[in-house]
Structures are given as C-alpha cells and as structure tokens.
Nanobody, 118 residues
Framework: QAQLAESGGGLVQPGGSLRLSCTAS????????MGWYRQAPGKQRELVAT???????DIADSVKGRFTISRDNAENTIHLQMNSLKPEDTAVYYC????????????WGQGTQVTVSS
C-alpha cells in the first residue's frame, strides 16, 4: 500500500478550471498506474482518468476533451487538469494507485471535494 496526498479541490463556477494533484509515498510496492475516480452524492464511484507508468491513458467519455491527466514518474505524482467544469462534475475525487492487482485492490486517498456551482 501507499500513502497518497491529494490537493487542489475546491469551489469553482461553471466553465471554470481546477487542477488536482496527488503524490504517492511510503510504499514498497510497485506502482503500475495511478488515477482518479469520483463519487457524487447518491451515485456509485466512477472512473475519471488513469495513467500507467508507460503513459497509457484511460479517460471517461464524460470528461474527454475537458480533463487531462499527466504524470511525473520520478515523483510518483499525477495531475488532473479540469477545464470547462460543469455542475455534474461535482463530486469527491479520489486518487488511487494500482500495484498490479487493479485499482480496487490498490491504494486510495481520502478524497478531495470538487464543487461546481454558481
């Protein structure tokens, strides 16, 4: 398991931007991929975007063209640049790490709240 430090959430108006960051530390396990999931009130947790150490990206259709995920492998850090935010993007965003057995069996952060509202 790894310790994950998330930052960058907050309140933004529709059409605005936010940048989330997450750094993984204190782990003896290999990191194969990192990513972001989100959970809105009353809804199931859903994938937002993930990126492997090799740079392969998986991104949800609902955020394609608006969100960009990037990674600094040397720092075990990922960033999620969120542009053109919509009220339906409001959720708790969770950083996660895949140690080789899938994200759901990997490490998870505490979550950071993103609220899109006027």
């Amino acid at each position: 398991q790894a310790q994950l430090a998330e930052s960058g959430g907050g309140l933004v108006q529709p059409g605005g931007s936010l940048r989330l960051s997450c750094t993984a530390s204190r782990t003896i396990f290999t990191i194969y991929a990192m990513g972001w999931y989100r959970q809105a009130p009353g809804k199931q947790r859903e994938l937002v975007a993930t990126i492997t150490t090799g740079g392969r990206i998986d991104i949800a259709d609902s955020v394609k063209g608006r969100f960009t995920i990037s990674r600094d492998n040397a720092e075990n850090t990922i960033h999620l640049q969120m542009n053109s935010l919509k009220p339906e993007d409001t959720a708790v965003y969770y950083c996660c790490v895949d140690h080789g057995r899938g994200f759901h069996r990997g490490s998870w952060g505490q979550g950071t709240q993103v609220t899109v509202s006027s």
